[in-house]
């Protein structure tokens, strides 16, 4: 059963387009991501999903509910971490989750929430004082606070350091297991390749790939690297004649070498031809290819901008 059901969404501000004729659903208890650079459309998308902006044509559906004509209803069944949010600073942390939780008629347990978080010695902490991790806990426990069916993350861990951001991901998972569907927007190709069971791939308002991660590096035969450095002058014509290789960028001035090819085999010839030719090698290690290449592949520019 789908969840989500959007079809032919249009959304411009003034001369703007904004999102182009955009149409995707969502299933029940997946995590689906929407990815792409900064201005893809990807937040105006969610908004308008949400009930927060109206769209300027098209269709949307969330869970049976029209966002603009049901949204009380609607918003009793979701949950929203905005990209951009704040509280007042002095708001304490056990004031906010009792404050959003007399919003609700269904609600969930905010201290157990905030166990799960690591947020219960901040209850009485004023919002002005958490570390900027704690805010984005914060506001996915406030999400949560309805025990939602449905969950949306726009640009979830934007800002935040590594382990934080790994930490994040973890709790994103829980929620999916917990019988809920996830909602995720970010310009962070590897967080939607570990998150995701499907991904769309957003570019100047519309979406250009749309499949599971593997299946968009897959079928789209973006090319694996394998890369090491060599001391002194490098001459890459001989690879060409190895099976599989596409393609060879060297640098002779630090020694590094970058060799492309989409044969499962290239590695092992790869090597085997090295090894036969003498070619002194450092460094060595191969780069799977992963969803920004295939935002490479299909748009031609780097995913942030």
Not at 53 to 74: C, E, F, N, S, T
Not at 124 to 137: D, E, V, Y
Not at 180 to 193: D, I, Q, S
Not at 225 to 253: M, Q, W
Request: with cysteine; hydrophobic share 40%; charged share 25%.
């Amino acid at each position: 059963m789908n969840v989500i059901e959007v079809s032919h969404l249009h959304k411009r501000y003034g001369n703007k387009v904004a999102v182009a004729d955009i149409s995707f659903a969502v299933a029940d208890g997946e995590i689906f991501g929407m990815v792409g650079p900064n201005g893809a459309g990807k937040t105006t998308t969610i908004e308008c999903v949400e009930g927060l902006r109206p769209p300027d044509k098209g269709q949307i559906r969330v869970l049976g509910l029209d966002p603009q004509k049901d949204g009380y209803a609607l918003r009793e069944q979701i949950g929203v971490q905005l990209q951009e949010s704040a509280l007042p600073e002095r708001l304490k942390v056990g004031e906010a989750m009792e404050l959003f939780a007399a919003f609700y008629k269904q609600k969930a347990d905010w201290r157990a929430l905030l166990e799960r978080l690591g947020l219960t010695e901040k209850v009485n902490t004023p919002f002005a004082k958490l570390s900027g991790g704690q805010k984005q806990r914060l506001f996915i426990a406030l999400a949560l606070i309805n025990m939602p069916k449905l969950v949306f993350l726009d640009e979830l861990t934007t800002g935040l350091d590594p382990q934080s951001r790994r930490n994040t991901w973890d709790l994103v998972r829980e929620i999916r297991e917990q019988g809920r569907t996830v909602f995720l927007t970010t310009h962070y190709m590897e967080e939607a390749e570990q998150l995701c069971d499907r991904v769309a791939i957003v570019d100047q308002g519309r979406i250009v790939a749309l499949d599971a991660p593997e299946n968009l590096v897959r079928s789209l035969g973006v090319e694996q690297r394998v890369v090491f450095r060599v001391n002194g002058r490098f001459d890459p014509t001989p690879f060409y004649n190895i099976p599989g290789v596409t393609r060879v960028e060297a640098t002779n001035g630090d020694g590094k070498v970058v060799v492309y090819g989409r044969d499962n085999e290239f590695l092992t010839h790869l090597l085997q031809a090295m090894i036969s030719q003498g070619i002194q090698y450092q460094e060595l290690h191969t780069e799977k290819p992963s969803l920004e290449d295939v935002f490479l592949n299909l748009t031609g520019r780097q995913i942030r901008n």
